[in-house]
């Protein structure tokens, strides 16, 4: 029967998601033939790359003037931003000129206004003249006020990481309330980037395994998540307001792919596939996963495991869900621990961090650091 009404539900959003994007290109046709269009931008999201391959994802967009969260933004500020991330006008099927490293790349939007860019070199990338940036430029106008030209960043790991670092964002780093619909449209609405608060200890936590056991602070940090692209400026902001380090975010298109006669794909499998990206563009580096209980977490990074046998190195699961679900995801433990993978179900930020320690994937001068960390946070929740 619960199979029945999960099928019954993705159909009917489906069918939803199709009707929103059936309105929203005659929208815009209709506002490109009137010359109605506000100007348009380019919005690069971050990228990633290794020696040979550089990949970034950006949208083309009306301008909808969402201003960086300040503290003292009133409720009505925020409901008015929200509003703009989630109304965001795209701008389809629109030619994008991407340079990096003397390669120049053509790419078109899709109706999402979503593009790809793929750079690939048959020698090494030599970053330290070619530079960390992607300049982006619009190659057709709609408005005199067009901006027509960006600049997007690529994290590229050193020589020297000891590992690399996957992380959920909801409910894992910022306390979204994904399992509970009222608490989480609560949270959307009503508070901004720097309202929003951090599980105690994360920052700490994510900057230690930054820097590894040999402190040099060399490990790269994804970011793999359920939210949708439409919040990336809310999230990028969230992590310095809060001094969380930065990383590519890989996050979720809201719309369908109909230009691809797609659907979209179920969180777990978007993960799965976003997850692969990274470990097959850096195949000699294992990974350490960070997640959560109450949604599909623990299942991907088994799968994952299943699937890259020897590249997962551990795996914490923030535990924010029923005792049901604790012994669910005790039983992905112990089959984990037999393929020699460790996950641990923790209920706060310094249990993870204690095991890192004894792990070797940091020094005990960042276990204290994390510690100090989650006593800092405690104390400004209790303000």
Request: with cysteine; charged share 35%.
């Amino acid at each position: 029967m619960a199979s029945i009404n999960r099928e019954l539900k993705d159909k009917l959003l489906n069918a939803t998601r199709q009707v929103e994007h059936s309105l929203s290109m005659a929208k815009f046709n209709v506002k490109d033939k009137l010359h109605l269009l506000e100007p348009i931008n380019i919005m690069p999201f971050y990228g990633f790359g290794n020696d040979t391959y550089v990949y970034l994802k950006g949208r083309v967009l009306e301008d909808e003037k969402v201003k960086v969260p300040e503290e003292d933004d009133s409720v009505l500020d925020h409901l008015k931003d929200t509003y703009k991330r989630y109304e965001t006008d795209e701008i389809p099927h629109i030619k994008v000129k991407a340079s990096f490293a003397g390669q120049e790349i053509e790419v078109e939007t899709d109706e999402e206004g979503f593009f790809d860019v793929e750079f690939r070199s048959d020698k090494p990338i030599d970053y330290s003249t070619s530079g960390n940036k992607i300049k982006l430029q619009l190659l057709e106008r709609k408005t005199d006020k067009d901006r027509m030209e960006a600049e997007a960043y690529i994290f590229v790991p050193g020589k020297d990481a000891e590992f690399g670092i996957i992380s959920d964002i909801d409910d894992t780093v910022l306390i979204s309330k994904v399992t509970h619909f009222l608490g989480r449209l609560k949270l959307m609405l009503m508070k901004n980037a720097t309202e929003r608060s951090p599980f105690p200890g994360i920052a700490g936590f994510l900057r230690a395994l930054g820097k590894g056991h040999d402190g040099k602070g060399h490990n790269p940090l994804f970011f793999v998540s359920g939210s949708e692209w439409n919040l990336y400026d809310l999230l990028v902001n969230f992590f310095r307001s809060h001094d969380i380090p930065e990383g590519p975010l890989l996050l979720r298109d809201k719309g369908t792919r109909l230009d691809r006669g797609e659907f979209e794909t179920s969180e777990e499998e978007y993960k799965r596939e976003k997850i692969r990206h990274i470990l097959d563009t850096y195949p000699d580096l294992k990974f350490i996963c960070i997640g959560d209980s109450g949604q599909h977490d623990p299942e991907v990074y088994q799968h994952i495991v299943d699937e890259y046998p020897g590249r997962i190195l551990g795996i914490y699961i923030r535990d924010v869900s029923p005792d049901k679900r604790d012994k669910e995801v005790r039983e992905i433990a112990q089959q984990l621990r037999k393929k020699g993978v460790e996950m641990e179900l923790v209920e706060e930020t310094y249990s993870a961090a204690k095991h890192a320690a004894k792990m070797g994937w940091v020094n005990d001068g960042q276990l204290e650091d994390v510690k100090q960390a989650c006593e800092a946070d405690e104390q400004k929740d209790e303000e």
